[in-house]
């Protein structure tokens, strides 16, 4: 075969600086460089079918697809991914088994800067991820004629052919599976990656986990996730759909009824198989889904109770589900009703190495005694944060101020009181921000957000509209950060903002009466938010 006589003369290892100039100069017919993109990739030996291979590839695809969510130009269909850019445009199947080439072409003659610039970002970039996921399996080549790459043209095409042939014959189950009150999803490609997690034997380290994050083992929490650089607040690290998600049903009904094990046989064997590889197939036990706490109950942060709020809502994620706890995180994750899927966002700046942790209980979880319980009760395991691993003493402290938030957030949460005495729960909610920022440092995330949309509440019901606008707004700059700008409660906290009187309860207890709507000015910060909390008139 030609690939083979011309491999070891054509094909060189390329370190990723060596990748950097994939560009080509041509000439046009006026005798004037132009440049042209004529380059790809081989994977050789090709995977095999194997499961381990399976998971390298769903792995792979699935870094691919967060890298570019938000580019227009990147689609996804039922066999690949598309780039849109260039004369001939470059895909990636979602079986890799059969993957033998990744290749773009592109004259220069017609394309413009832009075009040629979208095609060398792609190729570069997807050149990256496949070698940090697969090594020098993956070999680069540059050049258009039909001795360049490893395979010869016709078996690439073959190649190609054969996905949309197989996929004809054997279509892929229809997806969502609709269950009475379980619905196993199609997560990121036409495989229920249950095959996300990549099965490496020789090292614990799966490079290649993300522009942001890699997953690698932790001490004493078997793997985590951690950034590979340094990650801004507000940054969203991860967007994923669930693979199976539960709605107005709790987690004790979950466990105990065992529904999920029950439905589990309802599913074909390939999806079952593929969903207990997720478990690190440890199962059967008696709850798999929940004994390692990657099923857990997060009420949808909406905009609060009310008839409005989404259900509460369980999910198994296949990403999600590796990140750990964390008493005093870096990072959220939520459940956008909207996209149907789970985001996580960094609450604080997060350093290169660190590891990305959310809160599995989002209420905060009271002093360290109670936080144990609660974790170890509904997710199986002893928490050894950081917070929870400190000295006594120091434990101490932390556990008087959530001792503290714990009682205020009682008072703060009762209705009759926030009708017969505003001034009092603006004080209680004050504290409890005061208290919040000592426990947490200067990023408290979404607790403080809804100290704030509960100091909203109080103020909108009393037809206070300036303050309310103020409160609504600080509970939306925080749930940017937590939630992004495309949550549906981020966006309701920015609509009560501009219209505080378009919350339901407005004016509830105000008994007709207005309250002035002007802004005192020419205070100083401190005076300023005596006002704003009504501790000063
Ligand atoms: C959702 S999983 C997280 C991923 C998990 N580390 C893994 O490798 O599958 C939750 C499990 O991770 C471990 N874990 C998470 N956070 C922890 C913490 N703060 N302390 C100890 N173990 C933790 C516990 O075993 C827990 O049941």
Same mark, same amino acid.
């Given at each position: ?21 994939? $560009? ?44 570019? !969510? ?5 689609? $996804?269909?039922?066999? /690949? ?45 997807? /050149? ?22 490893? =395979?010869?043209?016709? !078996? ?7 996905? %949309? ?9 229809? #997806? ?11 997560? @990121? ?16 380290? #799966? ?79 008696? =709850? ?28 198994? /994620? ?25 985001? $996580? ?14 809160? /599995? @209980? ?14 170890? %009760? ?26 503290? #938030? ?9 209705? $009759? ?25 200067? %990023? ?5 957000? +809804?100290? =704030?949309? %509960?100091?909203? +509440? ?17 509970? =939306?700059?925080? +749930? ?5 700008? @495309? ?51």
């Amino acid at each position: 075969m030609k690939c083979a006589r011309k491999k070891d003369q054509l094909v060189h290892r390329l370190s990723l600086l060596e990748v950097q100039s994939i $560009v080509t100069p041509l000439e046009n017919s006026a005798g004037l460089a132009v440049m042209a993109v004529d380059c790809g990739f081989d994977m050789m030996p090709p995977l095999s079918g194997s499961i381990k291979d399976k998971k390298r590839w769903t792995w792979f695809t699935m870094i691919i697809k967060q890298r570019y !969510e938000d580019d227009q130009r990147v689609e $996804v269909t039922k066999n /690949y991914l598309w780039f849109k850019a260039g004369g001939e445009y470059a895909k990636v199947p979602f079986e890799g088994h059969k993957f033998r080439r990744f290749s773009s072409n592109l004259s220069g003659r017609n394309s413009t800067k832009a075009e040629q610039r979208a095609v060398e970002e792609y190729m570069k970039t997807i /050149y990256r991820i496949a070698h940090d996921n697969f090594g020098d399996r993956v070999r680069h080549w540059t050049g258009g004629d039909d001795q360049a790459g490893l =395979y010869d043209w016709p !078996e690439v095409d073959k190649s190609i052919r054969s996905y %949309d042939e197989v996929s004809h014959l054997f279509p892929l189950p229809e #997806l969502p599976i609709s269950l009475s009150k379980i619905e196993m999803q199609q997560p @990121d490609g036409p495989e229920i990656p249950g095959a996300i997690r990549p099965a490496v034997a020789d090292a614990d380290v #799966l490079k290649g986990g993300g522009v942001l994050f890699e997953i690698r083992s932790q001490a004493g929490k078997k793997m985590g996730m951690v950034a590979r650089c340094d990650i801004a607040k507000g940054t969203r690290i991860l967007c994923e759909k669930p693979l199976l998600i539960t709605q107005n049903m709790g987690l004790k009904m979950l466990e105990e009824g065992g529904v999920a094990a029950v439905k589990l046989k309802t599913l074909t064997k390939q999806q079952r198989r593929q969903f207990m590889s997720l478990h690190n197939n440890n199962f059967p036990v008696r =709850y798999p889904l929940f004994s390692r706490g990657t099923f857990r109950t997060s009420r949808a942060t909406g905009p609060g109770p009310g008839k409005n709020s989404p259900p509460p809502l369980g999910a198994v /994620y296949p990403t999600i589900g590796l990140i750990n706890h964390h008493c005093l995180p870096n990072a959220h994750s939520n459940w956008n009703e909207e996209r149907q899927q789970g985001t $996580v966002h960094a609450t604080r700046p997060i350093r290169a190495g660190e590891e990305i942790t959310i809160a /599995y @209980d989002l209420a905060g979880g009271g002093p360290s005694k109670a936080r144990r319980k609660v974790l170890s %009760d509904a997710f199986g395991f002893t928490c050894g944060c950081g917070l929870c691993s400190l000295p006594p003493f120091q434990l101490r402290v932390s556990d008087g101020r959530r001792a503290q #938030l714990q009682r205020l957030g009682e008072t703060i949460g009762a209705p $009759v009181l926030a009708g017969r005495d505003p001034v009092a729960v603006l004080r209680d909610c004050r504290s409890f921000l005061d208290l919040l920022y000592e426990e947490y440092g200067e %990023d408290p995330g979404i607790l403080a957000a +809804r100290i =704030y949309f %509960d100091a909203f +509440r109080i103020c909108a019901s009393h037809g206070d509209r300036t303050r309310a606008s103020v409160f609504a707004g600080r509970a =939306y700059e925080i +749930r940017t950060v937590c939630e992004g700008n @495309d949550s549906p409660g981020t966006k309701r906290m920015k609509s009560l903002m501009q219209d505080p009187a378009s919350y339901a309860a407005f004016g509830a207890h105000s008994d007709g009466k207005k309250t002035p709507g002007f802004v005192p000015v020419n205070l100083t910060s401190d005076l300023y938010e005596d006002w704003l909390w009504r501790q000063r008139q």
